[in-house]
T-cell receptor, first 115, second 115 residues
Framework: DQQVKQNSPSLSVQEGRISILNCDYT??????FLWYKKYPAEGPTFLIS???IKDKNEDGRFTVFLNKSAKHLSLHIVPSQPGDSAVYFC??????????????WGLGTSLGVNP | GAVVSQHPSRVICKSGTSVKIECRSL??????MFWYRQFPKQSLMLMAT?????????EQGVEKDKFLINHASLTLSTLTVTSAHPEDSSFYIC???????????FGDGTRLSIL
């Protein structure tokens, strides 16, 4: 059962335009959401996060929006740059029984930004 | 900042061999480290949460006697795959969280191939 879903395996965008990556989740217990970026042969790199008490968090060109009622979040990259081409993972977090935060991952969306 | 080093990056060995993978936080201290496994076309699956100075917490279905975890210091956790078999071949990746909190920071992963 995939609790975090990224339904678009890939996305192609023109340089300078907006990239919108989407993520849906099923578990209402998730209270913290993160986006990671991954280049080939490297581990994921933390990009931006949002707490469930907020609906928007912005950091430079990256903005994450959270719609709790729809259990949906999205990552906006404006303007998109060729260096943004990577796989983007959405992750949702909650405390587990051992009081540790556990991340549940989506399958990722491969973003290609064309010059 | 927040660099996590994982070693080795690739291992190829015979069935029955035990393999040790190291995960080090280079510029921060981590009371908690995480070990993940990823199969092709699947999302990262948490195997265990490693807490410095105490026993690791394993996820359901993960054999603790098969995957030995040691977190002896605030900067080092090791995962030992004991008596590895071909079905253990996978991509293993670790992450660490700073003692002050914040997101998990990932190593670059280890590709394990058991012949």
């Amino acid at each position: 059962d995939q609790q975090v879903k990224q339904n678009s395996p890939s996305l192609s965008v023109q340089e300078g335009r907006i990239s919108i990556l989407n993520c849906d989740y099923t578990n209402s217990m998730f209270d913290y959401f993160l986006w990671y970026k991954k280049y080939p042969a490297e581990g994921p790199t933390f990009l931006i996060s949002i707490s469930s008490i907020k609906d928007k968090n912005e950091d430079g060109r990256f903005t994450v929006f959270l719609n709790k009622s729809a259990k949906h979040l999205s990552l906006h990259i404006v303007p998109s740059q060729p260096g943004d081409s990577a796989v983007y993972f959405c992750a949702a977090s909650r405390f587990n029984a051992g009081n540790n935060r556990k991340l549940i991952w989506g399958l990722g969306t491969s973003l290609g930004v064309n010059p | 900042g927040a660099v996590v080093s994982q070693h080795p990056s690739r291992v190829i060995c015979k069935s029955g061999t035990s393999v040790k993978i190291e995960c080090r936080s280079l510029d921060f201290q981590a009371t908690t480290m995480f070990w993940y496994r990823q199969f092709p076309k699947q999302s990262l699956m948490l195997m265990a949460t490693s807490n410095e100075g105490s026993k690791a917490t394993y996820e359901q279905g993960v054999e603790k006697d098969k995957f030995l975890i040691n977190h002896a210091s605030l900067t080092l956790s090791t995962l030992t795959v004991t008596s590895a078999h071909p079905e253990d071949s996978s991509f293993y990746i670790c992450s660490a969280r700073d003692v002050g909190g914040g997101p998990q920071h990932f190593g670059d992963g280890t590709r394990l191939s058991i012949l």
